[in-house]
């Protein structure tokens, strides 16, 4: 059986699209406009504006900013966060690093809700604009991203549900109509090692993959963890600072740090499941507010009836391990691992580690193995070469996939039901109604009770999430 890269592809056609529209109504700025057909770049400079101004932000500006002279250059001229602290951090780590490339006077540092337009005014049709804000906010920034006539590169989870996977696809409809170059943070797939692994596989190397199974079990990570808010500060504010812990905001701890083991896999296996059950449960919680459980055990099922089992885990004095593993007929495949984004991607002959390896990247009669580039870097290399030599490259839609595919893992474990892809892309509850709209001053789609406490899973009790 050879991987089928077009399993579920009906869930996602056009017509699909179409047919959901009514419900979606992501159109409704764009009818009528006419938009610019941007062709890439040749030799002259092409402006940065970041959106989105935290950890990931400032490495994904740092990464554009280091980009080869063939596919360069490249200048910072714009950044916008609702932060003014997160902002001049950022600003002056990468004005620190990059120095003539940073180009951001205090007139084009842009805070609050609006700030993503004033940054992208800025630049000019053919230039990139960087999304690293809470997903949630994702579709409102392309669709402005799309009526400029703006390249984007967006961080993953694309999206938190189906509701805005969906606002997703229809406005990258629009957004192919004019020849926009699209990356998404999925690096893994320009992982020199796993592209590599990938190909072998498909020349049947590893034979037919019978089951797969990913971890990615840590400690507390980045905001996962919340305590009680502060009585001097605004609701809305609180969230978007800690919004690793609010599935409004990012989908959560599941969503934005497991899907590079899921999606990985489902890449290796050329196909995306059709159906998943899980489970989950918070422990040792003290005062803890945020929404996330403490552990995930996920089990995907493919078309063709094989498994990926996911387990998850943020819990402090744990084991702990970050790979994903592939089982075939012919052996058995290190996708990545064991520690980082890195792969030491290799085949062995038998079914686990110890046993003869057929294949190991880098390696050469006998030599020790060379190591593989980094892939947050190769990402970048890829959207600016085609952005400069005009070739194809846009991945919403399978960044959409993985966040599908991730939403449905989180949202089994979090009501206790088996959750279908279709169920997931098809979904109406929305998770972040009217965040097209949202000021400093509005209240937050997510409310807390008179105790400070946000809904949390139960599990066969609450049928859906908050």
Known sequence: MKPQNKILQSSLSRRNF??????????GALVGMALPVVHGKSSDVTQVALVGCGGRGTGAASNALSVSASNGPTKLVAMADVFQEKLDRSYNGLANKHKEKVDVPKERQFIGFDSYQKAMDVLSP??????????AFRWVHYQYAIKRGLNVFMEKPVTPDGFSSRKMLELNEEAKKINLKVGVGLMCRHSQARRELKSRIEDGELGEI???????????????????????????????????????????????????????????????PVKCQAQGGRHYRGSKIDQNFDNYTV????ADETKLYFHGRNMAGCHQEFSSHAHGTKGYALISGPGGHRSQARIHKGQGSDSDIAWMFGLKEGSRPTRETNPYQDEWERLMDAIKNDKPH?????????????SM???????????????????????????????????????????GIYPIPQPGIKKKEY
């Not at 959901?20 to 159109?27: D, H, P, R, V, Y």
């Not at 905001?223 to 001097?232: D, L, Q």
């Not at 919004?243 to 995306?272: P, Q, R, T, V």
């Not at 893992?409 to 998770?431: C, K, P, W």
Request: with cysteine; charged share 15%.
């Open 409 to 451: 893992g989180r949202m089994a474990a979090h009501i206790g039901t088996e959750v279908t892809y279709d169920q997931m892309l098809n979904s109406d509850h929305v998770f972040g109604p009217g965040v097209e709209n949202l000021t400093m001053a509005s209240p937050s789609p997510l409310l807390a009770n008179a105790d």
């Open 126 to 135: 053919g230039d990139v604009v960087i999304f690293t804000s809470p997903c």
């Open 18 to 27: 179409i047919s959901n529209s009514g419900k979606i109504a992501t159109g």
């Open 299 to 302: 089990e995907y099922t493919f």
């Open 210 to 272: 019978l089951n797969m199974r990913a971890y990615r079990m840590q400690g507390p990570i980045a905001s996962c963890f919340t305590e009680k808010k502060p009585a001097n500060e605004e609701e809305l504010a609180f969230q978007i600072k800690n919004f690793h812990s609010f599935l409004w905001l990012s989908g959560g701890s599941f969503s934005d740090f497991f899907i590079h083991n899921i999606d990985e896999c489902c890449w290796m296996k050329g196909m995306w």
């Open 394 to 406: 846009n991945e919403v839609e399978r960044g959409v996939q993985a966040s599908v595919v991730t």
